[in-house]
């Protein structure tokens, strides 16, 4: 008999497959392979099968997925098995789905969807086992990529690497237009030519303040597992997840148009993931901040427009959009992928921490934040071992060298003072003297930035002034002090170090 089904879908460790290489061309194709997969192939297999009418999609991005079907048990299970094969043929086992089935009618969705979780978390924790059995003979070479057994040799940008099937087949996907469709379509109706560059060097080298420097961007969501938690119909899981996946799309699309401009004639950035409530963007360093400041706030606007038109989202946001937080990590052209990714996940962890903390928060609203390191200029690779090792004075009292995460309104004056210091004409080797002051420590910084300023003329003063004052940084020379009720300091921050470094990546 006939029954209506809750089917729910889920990739596990799509970041271990799409970011498990250090090779762009490979990152960008598994990640392209995986949203056609997910946005379009797994509806139409489902409907292939089961007949148009009886598949209706709630969403399908992100790598997630949720259907409602209509069949009979048996002929849905295995139409799912088989989708699950095709995800293994078409990822060459590098991809593996997991489902959940439960029965479903319009009043008990709620408890359908918990019910499908239930299935799912089930099958994901049964079989962790890897797809392939890795071989290793002694005869045969082995994937540069990933160590699995080697398969071909491949050929692109002018290198050659001996590569396994799972990651040949991410770089045959690499070579297609993948995520960067959509965003070429957006480009040629405002009437510009978007072409692509093939490498990580070649990002780097259109970075026009400092050559060889890039930037990766994380954001994700902020307070959407609170949220879809309130969703009690299928309807308004539909327009919850198509209006975020919508508005993260199209803002990255507009930011990347705005902020992007082709450098010899190409666009100094790559889409590595979008979708859902997810952006990864690796892009030159110059042009990082302003299209990280960009995307946020679009996509609030976005998100607050359409959730306006619905009365319960609303009433449930107080008329305030979505938010995302971001992460920032800079870093050189060969900084490992691995590196950069990891920083960026460890600040976007950071800044969600401080969006969580903030006093404008509201129970379904996180205001965004932004953290940031550069990666180049120490020696750990987690961010926090370096601001601990490198960026905090033990006194009688604390001393933190940064002001990081800034809220939104704070990021955004940071990027004008940081460009109004460089384009005051400051030389900069005296703005890096000015950025290294705070680390002499509490009384020397103090001086080295008295002298520093003196010597600077009456206009440059005039903006570093207003610049440090806007941070709480000018009375006390670089230091904004934090006092308790009392009047005693706790700690002193300084703003200067953040900005200097950010006015590095401002000078064309
Ligand atoms: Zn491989």
Redesign the pocket.
Known sequence: MEKQYLLIIDVPGIKDYVFGTDRLVEIRGASALLDKLNRKKTESFLQNKLGDSAVKRVFSNGGAGQFVITAKKADLENCVRELKGFFAKKSKGGLRLICGIADFSEENYAEALTHAHIELKKEKEEESIIPCTQLHTGYLQE?K????MAFKLDDYAGEKRV??A??AEKVEYGTKRGLWKEFDKHCEEKGMEAERPRTFEEIGDRCRARKGYTALVYADGNAMGKLVKKIGSREHFKFFSDTVDDSIREACHEALYENCRPVQGKIPANILLLGGDDLLVYLSADTAFPFALDVAQRFEEKTEEKFSGNSFFSELLQGKGLTISLGIAYGKTHTPFSIMFSQAEELLKSAKKAGSQDKMRGEYYAPTYIDFHLSSNYNQSKVSDSRKSHLLLHGTRPVKLYQKPYSLPDACELMDHARNLTEAGIPNTRLKRFGYAPSLGKINGTLECLKLYTRTSKAQRKVIWKALERFECMPNIPWKEIRDEKGETLEATTVLSDMTELAGFMRK
Do not use: A, D, F
Not at 145 to 148: F, I, L, Q
């Open positions: 994937c990529s990933c160590s699995g590569l396994c799972v990651c």
